[in-house]
Every structure is written in structure tokens, then in C-alpha cells.
């Protein structure tokens, strides 16, 4: 494997369901992140992990908690969502401060909640 | 606060048209420009950067400099072929703690026609 993988790559819920989703990155970054992405509207950054340390959350729902047990995995457990999280969830990793600061990205999880 | 606006899509060219996609961003300092590409059922995959001023990224015919005096970073390509068809990312980098983040405008849906 290589990269940035997610998985699952497609996830159907309901609104009282559990599930989580995965993220592992082979490139020996650093830091990690989530994003929500949405139809029409710009890509959101929902958290950012850097050397597995949460140094940013912007102001996500509750309902969303990350996990980064280290550096080369990271996790969004879902829970009680509602039809608006409906949207592609893409996690990246980039290598701080040296890397040239770009991100890489994994293919992303299509979330529907019904 | 730091922000990026690209024109709006969809952006329909036939083959081997010239293609510009225009961003302009706001930002305090001196961030790092980056265009971004999403084909179809794919995560972002980074397609050029610019790290300062007057400085072009160029990957695969696709060009963009980066002018601090208009705050514009458009991006170009002589020739477009039907693989190019894609959303279209621009992005600035600023730094928060030990992480860089990404500030991502809206995207530009390009399609290329035989």
C-alpha cells in the first residue's frame, strides 16, 4: 500500500447508528487531517492532528470525534448524525515544517446517512 | 482572515483549447499557492505549487504563477485533452501551531469534449 488509504469507500447509515470511519497513511507524515466535502460548497477542514496532537477543531459537531492513535493512522467516529452530514469525507497527511507543506489525499468515504 | 475565490464552473472547452481557470486569494503574510485536481470518484491529487513571489508551477502543460501584486494565481494550459476533465482546486497554505492548513476555494468543474 502507498499513500494516503481510507476505508470503508462508501458507508450508508442511519441516524442512530455507530460507525467509524480509517485513515492510514504510508508516507511517514506527520500530521493528519479530515475534511468534509459537500456538494457546491468548499471543502471544510474539520480537524488537524500534528505529531497525534489535536491542534485545531473547527468548531465540528459533537456527533463527530476524531481519533489519532499515531502518527500514521487517524479515525472519525460518527455517531447520531443527521442527512446534512450526507457528503465525501477525505482525509490527508502532509510533513510539517519541512515538507513543502502540501497535502496528500486519500480517495475519500461517500457518507450518506438516511 | 485568509480566503480563495475561483470562477465559477462549469468550464466546457473542446480538445485542444486553451484553458485558463482564474483564483485570486486574501491572506495575511506570505502563503504558499497550490493548485489541486479531483477526477471523478478520486480524492485531491496536488497538480503544481508556488511558494513565493513571480515564482510558476508547472505539471503535465498546466502552468500558474504566482503574482503577489494582484493576488492571483490563475491557472493555464495551452491544450487541453479529454483526461483533463476535473474539478479544479485553488488553495493558500497559512500555519497554525506546528500544522500547515489549506484554505480551498470552491473548485472548477472543467469538461473537455472530443
Known amino acids: 500500500e502507498t499513500g494516503v488509504t481510507q476505508t470503508p469507500r462508501h458507508l450508508v447509515m442511519g441516524m442512530t447508528n455507530k460507525k467509524s470511519l480509517k485513515c492510514e497513511q504510508h508516507?511517514?507524515?506527520?500530521?493528519m487531517y479530515w475534511y468534509k466535502q459537500s456538494a457546491k460548497k468548499p471543502l471544510e477542514l474539520m480537524f488537524v492532528?500534528?505529531?497525534?496532537?489535536?491542534?485545531e477543531n473547527n468548531s465540528v459537531p459533537s456527533r463527530f470525534s476524531p481519533e489519532c492513535p499515531n502518527s500514521s493512522h487517524l479515525f472519525l467516529h460518527l455517531h447520531t448524525l443527521q442527512p446534512e452530514d450526507s457528503a465525501l469525507y477525505l482525509c490527508?497527511?502532509?510533513?510539517?515544517?519541512?515538507?513543502?507543506?502540501?497535502?496528500?489525499f486519500g480517495p475519500g468515504t461517500r457518507l450518506t446517512v438516511t | 482572515g485568509n480566503s480563495v475565490t475561483q470562477m465559477e464552473g462549469p468550464v466546457t472547452l473542446s480538445e485542444e483549447a486553451f484553458l485558463t481557470i482564474n483564483c485570486t486569494y486574501t491572506?495575511?503574510?506570505?502563503?504558499?499557492l497550490f493548485w489541486y485536481v479531483q477526477y471523478p470518484g478520486e480524492g485531491l491529487q496536488l497538480l503544481l505549487k508556488?511558494?513565493?513571489?513571480?515564482d510558476k508551477g508547472s505539471n503535465k502543460g498546466f502552468e500558474a504563477t504566482y503574482r503577489k501584486e494582484t493576488t492571483s494565481f490563475h491557472l493555464e494550459k495551452g491544450s487541453v485533452q479529454v483526461s483533463d476533465s476535473a474539478v479544479y482546486f485553488c488553495?493558500?497554505?497559512?500555519?497554525?501551531?506546528?500544522?500547515?492548513?489549506?484554505?480551498f476555494g470552491s473548485g472548477t468543474q472543467l469538461t473537455v469534449l472530443p
Open positions: 490527508a497527511s502532509s510533513q510539517d515544517p519541512s515538507g513543502g507543506y502540501e497535502q496528500y
Open positions: 508516507l511517514g507524515h506527520n500530521a
Open positions: 492532528y500534528s505529531l497525534e496532537e489535536r491542534v
Open positions: 491572506a495575511t503574510g506570505y502563503p504558499s
Open positions: 508556488a511558494t513565493k513571489a513571480d
Open positions: 488553495a493558500l497554505s497559512r500555519s497554525s501551531g506546528s500544522a500547515r492548513q489549506l484554505t
